[in-house]
């Protein structure tokens, strides 16, 4: 399974970005997809679930939930994240990874396949 993710970019604080993570190649036993992000010298920090099975189970973590909405298209393999209301502190690489088979929510060990990341640069 390849996972791309794109829509990062430069914006100000206050202003939103979509991002888009797309897999490939194996999705049949695909379970759950997730965004991660990654800022300079600090850990990875989970952001968002989301099941791709039809119970639809969604996980956020604290510091977006209320601000940043995940979703996916079925059809076309993707996962998308809408990031409301960024603040600086968003900052960080992003990264979307996917698990087979099991819900691993917030537990990054679980997820079997990353992306390569996409830069989030919020500037206050």
């Known amino acids: 399974v390849q996972l791309q993710a794109s829509g990062g970019g430069l914006v100000q604080a206050g202003d939103s970005l979509r991002l888009s993570c797309v897999a490939s190649?194996?999705?049949?036993?695909?379970?759950?997809m997730g965004w991660f992000r990654q800022a300079p010298g600090k850990e990875r920090e989970f952001v968002a679930a989301?099941?791709?099975?039809?119970?639809?189970?969604?996980l956020y973590g604290n510091s977006v939930a209320g601000r940043f909405t995940i979703s996916r298209d079925h059809g076309k393999n993707t996962v998308l994240l809408q990031m409301n209301r960024l603040k600086p502190e968003d900052t960080a690489i992003y990264y979307c990874?996917?698990?087979?088979?099991?819900?691993?929510?917030?537990?990054?060990?679980?997820?079997?396949?990353w992306g390569r990341g996409t830069l989030v640069t919020v500037s206050s």
């Open positions: 990874a996917t698990s087979e088979n099991y819900w691993s929510g917030s537990y990054a060990p679980g997820y079997d396949y």
């Open positions: 190649g194996g999705t049949s036993s695909l379970y759950a």
């Open positions: 989301i099941t791709e099975s039809g119970d639809g189970q969604i």
